[in-house]
């Protein structure tokens, strides 16, 4: 069965810095990995998705990338802002025909001005 | 263009009442899904459906749940009869076919039973 980890589970920065956010997963075995931001009290915004075969994804100031074999991935936001506060999500899909996605937890993430 | 649509937003019942919650999934998309999200347990599936057919049921968590979907723009999900641990918030996602689509989430419906 998929187990999806997420550390830290929460996080505070100061506006600027780049930080890092972590995923790992427990079968290798995966189709797909998406990255998705969720603001309080609203539904998940997806903000990116490697596939397999794929190393890295980059949209804007956000870069994820994926390690199949060790079972992570990476969510790297540069300059942060008060405005990316948001709990973000991994997920992965472990099967081709089935859509099935299993969610981390989340990391609260906290950009102080 | 118009997100997923969930109705209602908020909803407060009693304990045995029956809940039904709806969803509207993006015109086109052809896989529907209704997860729910609690503090505990995280983010979970419950069900999808392709082309209006249910595809993996296996996280309904019992018989007092059951999901439909008539149509390409409409599915309910129905609790009978709701029990105060079904308290949490139900999102309904859709998207297209394909390995690079993304799933769509509606803002959910926050479900309190007393």
């Known amino acids: 069965k998929q187990e999806v980890t997420q550390i830290p589970a929460a996080l505070s920065v100061p506006e600027g810095e780049n930080l890092v956010l972590n995923c790992s997963f427990t079968?290798?075995?995966?189709?797909?990995l998406q990255w998705f931001r969720q603001d309080p009290g609203k539904g998940l915004t997806s903000l990116l998705l490697i596939q397999s075969s794929q190393r890295e994804q980059t949209s804007g100031r956000l870069n994820a990338s994926l390690d199949k074999s060790s079972g992570r991935s990476t969510l790297y936001i540069a300059a942060s802002q008060p405005g990316d506060s948001a709990t973000y999500l991994c997920a992965v899909r472990s099967g081709g025909s089935n859509y099935k996605l299993t969610f981390g937890k989340g990391t609260l993430l906290t950009v102080n001005p | 263009d118009a997100g997923v649509i969930q109705s209602p937003r908020h909803e407060v019942t009693e304990m045995g009442q029956e809940v039904t919650l709806r969803c509207k999934p993006i015109?086109?998309?052809?896989?529907l899904f209704w997860y729910r999200q609690t503090m505990m347990r995280g983010l979970e599936l419950l069900i999808y459906?392709?082309?209006?057919?249910?595809?993996?049921d296996s996280g309904m968590p019992e018989d007092r749940f059951s999901a439909k979907m008539p149509n390409a723009s409409f599915s309910t999900l129905k609790i009978q009869p709701s029990e105060p641990r079904d308290s949490a918030v139900y999102f309904c996602?859709?998207?297209?076919?394909?390995?690079?689509?993304?799933?769509?989430f509606g803002d959910g419906t926050r479900l309190s039973i007393l």
């Open positions: 459906f392709n082309n209006n057919v249910p595809i993996d």
């Open positions: 996602a859709s998207s297209l076919t394909g390995s690079n689509q993304p799933q769509h």
């Open positions: 079968d290798s075995a995966i189709y797909n």
């Open positions: 015109s086109g998309h052809d896989y």
